[in-house]
């Protein structure tokens, strides 16, 4: 069977983009988060046409198939679990077009996020999704998971920047959703593929917003003896009435980690700091960035350090998105978690966390989009260890359970994907997950579109 | 299948809703295209809601939500209408987060209640759309907005999560108080415009955001749509970032209730433009702007502030009333194209509309691409009218865009596509409100597709 569908894969993308050796599809078996996958074949389309016939293919064979952009997915959402067909779409990468006076522009899936802004930047424009996975992931990902990223706060997540798509549904037929009009009549079905973690359809065109670049940015590293004291001053920001465009959290080994890695100027001997950014007009930035250093120290900041130069600001910003890579430099793997809930409650669950960490036996350092309460637990492990990622997994659902219980949610941007499916009923009740599967039902009736993530198995679906 | 036995289902709703909270006669004021309903119900929880939708599914009975009726007479006509349900009890504050930014409100709670509360402590609800009594429920459901889109967002940028009972009585709630939430499927996107054919909105939580430090507003008068049009995009091109930029022609302002401003108004168009935010780029943005179009060959450049710019937008906001007021016969559509098509198109619809006989009152949120154009009959007749909307919704199509009939009498509505072209993408919508509503029981009729 399986060199039939290789034989007929090849009849449609060229000999070139199928892959099936052992080692070729060794490399497919896992993305970033800590599952396995097993994929059959490989195949690499280069046109919507392509992917069309590999769907029908797919469905003739009775074979799944998942779609995959640079396999940095956080939650299993890249593996094919239940074997079958992964559709890479790295060599889709063109930027078809850029419309300024429309402020959109139309992308390949395989487009890298900050490749899109690297080329609207010389035209003073710039994508304003910016998940910290952005020099690798691709915007095909970011839109099956419905990225985040530190700039959420001010500027909304992936779906708020995506105008319309052309997919090929798990049929085969292609279809344009939204467009780059406004209000598209009828129900938001670009609205509702957006983070449906490539279940629903593969995109292989991606309308999304341009912003003008703003005019200036205040950049603050803010650091702190106590991390209780930094929570508090996310929240009194808010309450002033002042909304940065990013609020982000980083504590100590995180930042021990970073520093090694960037040379950025973090501190090594602060409980955490706040990276937090003003963008927009420069009238007004100044003194906004003044009583936010007030209200820093007004909650016992140590230091209040505002980045001078553009350099510096990157810089941080470096450090910042890098931090999960640099954490390699402590621990060989680590398990983040993804839960997120009301700003105010954040001093509490940070707590909460550590407590957990304590309890099991693990370190846990916490990077985060503070501003939007979507923490990023890091738990360290070493999968080599069986019996400590045992450990890790069920800390992992505790912390989880304990966001729900603050009044918040199971995943802030990173997606269900497999790894949280046992953690849907923490938020669903079985009424709303028949919801979701009617969903799935309509787009999916065969099944066949990556199996096995979202939704809890019932029925041998 | 029982026999439709009106006496029998009259007794159910009654034993649901209560004798108080049922009602079978007096009932034209809810009558919608020519159809009377049986019964109009007022329910006062999910649960009730719920025994009523599995009553409506078991009788076959067409069921048509309804908040306060402001939008009702929109979008296609209704294969049937048995029952009204009105969701006028549901009319609680549920949770005003004012720390977290969100509130949690029932569907029939109104915009300018929720305007009012919210601003007790320093915050707005970043949603502007016509007719201040409209329920937020209405709103959502008819994806409702208005000038301020331009800097906020529609209802889908600010609805956090919602709870809602599907057309089989299932109660579900989806999302929730944050912003950052990926778990499942957005079915709160899903939900919101879909015009009541998926589910009925209960309750909804919103994002708020802190008022701004100031606000400033600058009418512009250009002799020309090219000047003004010009303008307008030079306005998009620049640094500067408005709440709101909203294009009218001269026969549309003249219906704009604010006291007259020293304006020359046939043939002219105007700009209304907003700036919120701080103090200082409000009042540098004042003045760049009133540079800026002074540069594209505005006549005049006006400031407005305080209670003359609340009066303006209110005006502006309310602009189909205006129109509308002292006319039952006008033929609203709306238009939404990408940003750079909106120049052709107004033109376009002027166009054809003086070689028809018929007046066109517009106005456009120029940032965004939609226009809302309202046209009358004055020396022409009902036939050129349908052509002239099939004109612009032909147009509008060929921008890349559409155009949608939302206000018309219902004879007219069977003469033309309401919803504009049918498009492929509408048989996947099809499919979804089959799994939701296998029985079609939720505004049978009324949306795309026949849906």
């Known amino acids: 069977m399986t060199s039939q569908l290789i034989v007929e894969l090849e009849r449609i993308a060229g000999k070139r983009n199928v892959l099936s050796s052992p080692e070729e599809l060794l490399v497919y078996q896992y993305d970033a988060s800590v599952d396995r996958g097993n994929p059959q074949a490989i195949v690499l389309p280069t046109s919507a046409d392509q992917v069309s016939k590999i769907v029908r293919l797919c469905n003739r064979l009775n074979v799944p198939f998942v779609a995959r952009g640079a396999g940095t997915n956080l939650s299993g959402g890249s593996l094919p679990i239940k074997g079958g067909v992964v559709i890479g779409l790295s060599r889709m990468n063109r930027i078809l077009e850029i419309d300024i006076p429309n402020q959109r522009a139309t992308v390949e899936p395989g487009v890298v996020n900050l490749d899109i802004s690297v080329a609207l930047n010389p035209l003073g424009y710039y994508f304003a999704p910016d998940p910290a996975s952005q020099k690798a992931a691709t915007i095909g990902g970011n839109v099956a998971e419905n990225a985040g990223g530190p700039h959420c706060l001010k500027y909304g997540v992936t779906t708020n920047h995506i105008l319309g798509l052309e997919i090929v549904t798990p049929d085969g037929d292609i279809l344009q959703l939204g467009g780059k009009a406004l209000d598209t009549p009828g129900y938001d079905l670009t609205g509702l593929f957006v983070g449906s973690e490539g279940t629903l359809g593969i995109a292989t065109k991606i309308i999304v917003r341009i912003l003008r670049l703003p005019e200036t940015y205040k950049t603050l590293l803010v650091i702190y003896d106590n991390l209780a004291d930094a929570g508090q001053t996310v929240s009194a920001i808010i309450a002033a009435g002042i909304l940065p465009a990013t609020l982000e959290m980083m504590d100590r080994i995180i930042l021990g980690a970073v520093e090694a890695s960037f040379h950025a100027g973090f501190p090594l001997d602060a409980e955490g700091v706040l990276l937090i950014e003003l963008d927009g007009l420069t009238d007004g930035m100044e003194r906004a960035a003044e009583r936010i250093a007030g209200i820093c120290r007004a909650n016992h900041a140590r230091e209040v350090r505002v980045a001078k130069t553009l350099a510096e600001r990157d810089k941080l910003w470096a450090g910042r998105k890098g931090a999960f890579g640099a954490i390699a430099r402590v621990s060989p793997n680590y398990l983040v978690v993804d839960g997120t809930v009301p700003r105010t409650k954040l001093p509490e669950v940070l707590n909460q966390v550590y407590d957990v960490g304590r309890r099991y036996d693990l370190r846990i350092p916490n990077v985060f989009h503070a501003g939007d309460g979507n923490l990023h637990p890091l738990i360290l492990f070493d999968d080599r260890n069986k019996e400590q990622k045992e450990k890790v997994l069920q800390a992992g659902m505790e912390l989880l359970k304990l966001c729900v219980a603050a009044g918040g949610t199971i995943t802030g941007e990173h997606g269900i994907g497999v790894e949280k499916i046992a953690a849907m009923p923490f938020v669903f009740s079985p009424a709303e997950i028949a919801a979701l599967r009617q969903v799935k039902q309509a787009f999916d009736p065969g099944g066949r579109c990556n199996p096995g993530k979202i939704l809890p198995q019932a029925d041998g679906r | ?451």
Not at chain 2, 126 to 152: C, E, H, M
Not at chain 2, 172 to 197: E, H, P, Q
């Open chain 2, 1 to 451: 299948m029982t026999i439709l036995d009106g006496n029998s289902i009259a007794d159910q709703l009654r034993q649901i809703v209560g004798e108080k909270y049922f009602s079978s006669d007096g009932l034209a004021p809810y009558a919608l295209d020519g159809l009377t309903p049986r019964w109009v119900v007022s329910p006062g929880s999910p649960e009730q809601i719920s025994s009523i939708l599995s009553l409506a599914n078991r009788e076959g009975l067409a069921v048509l939500p309804r908040g306060n009726g402001t939008k009702f007479a929109l979008a296609g006509l209704p294969r049937a209408a048995d029952l009204v349900m009105s969701l006028n009890r549901f009319n609680r504050i549920v949770d005003y987060d004012a720390p977290n930014l969100t509130v949690t409100v029932e569907a029939g709670v109104t915009l300018s209640e929720l305007k009012r509360v919210v601003a007790v402590q320093g915050n707005l609800i970043p949603l502007d759309p016509p007719f201040a009594n409209a329920t937020l429920g209405g709103i959502i459901a008819t994806n409702g907005s208005g000038p301020k889109r331009l800097a906020y967002g529609s209802a889908r940028d600010i609805v956090l999560g919602m709870r809602a009972v599907l057309p089989t009585g299932a109660q579900v709630r989806f999302g929730g108080k944050v912003v950052k939430n990926v778990a499942g499927y957005d079915m709160t996107r899903l939900l919101i415009g879909s015009w009541g054919t998926l589910g009925v909105i209960t309750e909804m939580t919103f994002r708020l955001l802190p008022r701004p430090e100031a606000e400033s507003s600058v009418l512009a008068i250009f002799p020309s749509l090219d000047q003004a049009s010009g303008a307008s995009g030079a306005l998009f091109a620049s640094q500067l970032l408005p709440s709101a930029v909203e294009l009218v022609n001269g026969a549309g302002y003249k219906y704009v209730e604010v006291e007259a401003e020293s304006i020359g108004l046939a043939g002219d168009y105007i700009l209304a433009i907003d700036f919120e935010g701080f103090d200082e780029a409000v009042k540098r943005q004042v003045r760049d702007v009133t540079a800026l179009c002074s540069k594209e060959g505005a006549k005049e450049v006006i400031s407005v502030e305080g209670d003359r710019q609340e009066r303006l937008w209110s005006a502006l906001t309310d602009f189909h009333r205006g129109v509308s007021a002292n006319n039952s016969a006008v033929v609203g559509l709306k238009s939404s194209v990408p940003i750079s098509q909106v120049h052709g198109l107004i033109a376009l619809s002027e166009k054809t509309a003086a070689q028809n006989g018929l007046e066109c009152a517009l106005i456009a949120h120029a940032g965004s691409g939609i226009i809302y154009t309202f046209f009358r009959v004055v020396s022409g007749n009902t036939q050129t009218l349908v052509q002239v909307i099939r004109d612009v919704q032909f147009a509008a199509e060929k921008a890349g865009g559409e155009a949608v009939v939302e206000w018309a009498p219902t004879e007219f509505k069977k003469q033309v596509p309401v919803w504009g072209e049918p498009q492929p993408s509408w048989s996947l919508m099809r499919r979804l409100k089959a799994e939701f509503d296998p029985k079609g029981i939720l505004n049978p009729g009324r949306f795309v597709g026949g849906i």
